[in-house]
C-alpha cells in the first residue's frame, strides 16, 4: 500500500524532483536488493496494465535502505548518516510496526539526532491494545513531538467515501435538518471483509475484531456521522467535533454488553464458491478471539438521544462489503392506508456504500404507474449517485496516496488527534470489560456467513434488521 501509493504520488508528479525514501526493517537487504523487492510487488499490486517501468524506476531510485531495529545506535546513526544533508530540508518518519516499538524507535531517532522541530511523525494504527498503553505510546511520542507533528494514521479516513459524508452533510442543504433524532431512526455501520486471517496471524491473535476494526475505523466513521458541524474545515474545528462525539458513546457495563454485542469466530465454510478453514485450523490452536463482532449502541447527547447505532464487522463474510445506512423513521401520518398505518410505505433510506463500489443511495417511496383503482399503490425506488460513474475517468485513489501526501504537506486533519485515539480506547475498555465480567464467549459462525444468528436477533429484536 504505501510504496504503490508513493509510486502514484510520484507519476502524477505530486512529489518533489529530489524526494528520498529511507526504508527501514530488521532485515539486512542492500540498496538494490531491496529495490528489487518492492519493484516485484508493485508490479504485482498495481497490475501490469498500470505499471509503468519508467515510473517505476524513478521511484526505486530514490530509495534506499538501512537495516535498524529499536534501540541499535549504530544502526540509527547510518541513517542519519544517509540523510546527513537533507535534515533541514524537512524529514517524514513513518512507522508501521506493532506499537511496542513506536516509542522505542522515536527515541532511537532522537539520539541519532534525526528528531528536529520540523520533523513529522506517523504511526500505523493500532496505537496500543488499551487505555494505559495507548497512553504510554502517546506519551512516549509527545515528549520527542509536539502533538501537530504527529499523525496518527488511520486509512479510512483516506477513503474518499468516508471524506465524501462530510461533503454530504455539509455541503447539501438536505440532510442536516434532518440529520438528528426527530428524523432519523437508526444508523448502520457495516464492513465486512471476505478475507481470513492473511497470514497475519501472530498480529491478530489475542486482538481480534474489536480492537482491529471497531476501535478506529468504523468509530471514526462513527463519529464522522454523528459529529455536529464544524465550524471550518480545519484540522482542529473538524477533530473537536469528532472528539465530542466519542467522549459521548455510552460506556458498556456487562449486563449491556452481554445484551447488546455478540462475538462470533469463522469456523470452516465456503466464501465466493471457495472452501475455507476454520479460523483455529489457520492458527493451529484453540483461541477465543473473535472475528465478527456486531453491537448496538448510543450517542448520549441531544442530536442522538434514543437514536441505536448498530456497528459489524467481520472477517469470512459472504461478500466484502462496507456501508453506512440512515434508516429515517416512518412519515408522521399516512395517507394512503385504507386499513390502518403502512399500506407499503417503506420509511427513507439513505446507503453510502464505501466498498465494494462508492456510491450513495436514498431510498424514497413514489407512486406506481397505473389507474389506482383499488387505492394508490406507493413503491420504494432509489435516488442513486454512483460515484465512480459520476467522476468517470477521474482514478480512485489509494487511501494511504491522500494521507501521505497529508504528512508530507503538514495536513493533520485526516489524522486523528491524541484525545480521539483515548476516547476510542475508553469506550471499547468497557466493552472488554464487560465481556470479562459477563464472560461473553466468541461463537462459531460457518465461513461464508454475517455471523453468528446472535448479530441477527441483536438488531431484530428492535424491530429492525441488518441491510444487506
Ligand atoms: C486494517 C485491519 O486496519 O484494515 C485489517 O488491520 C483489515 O484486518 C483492513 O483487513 C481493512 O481495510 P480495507 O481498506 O481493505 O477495508
Redesign the pocket.
Known sequence: MLFASLYNLMRDGLLPDDFMIVASGRSEHSDDEFRAEVDVALAQYIGQEHYDRVAAQALLSRIVYCAAEAGKGDQFACIASRVADRKDRGLAVYMSTPPSLFGPTAQSLAAAGLVTPSTRIAME?PIGKDLASSKEVNNAIGALFEEDRIFRVD?YLGKETVQNLIALRFGNMLFEPLWNANAIDHVQIT?G?T?GLEGRVSYYDGVGALR??VQN?MLQILSIIAMEPPARYDPTAVRDEKVKVLRSLRPFTAEMAKQNSVRGQYGGGAVNGEIVKGYTEELGQASDTETFVALKTHIDNWRWAGVPFYLRTGKRMPTRH?EIMIRFKPVAHSIFAKNGFGSGLEPNTLIIRL?PQENIRLTVMAKEPGLDRGGVKLREVGLDVSLTTAFAGQRRRI?YERLLLDLIEGDPTLFVRRDEVEAQWQWIDSLIAGWHEAEVKAVPYAAGNWGPSSAIALIERDGASWHE
Do not use: L, R
Open positions: 494504527k486509512h464492513v471483509e478475507v482491529d476494526m475505523h462496507s466498498q487511501a
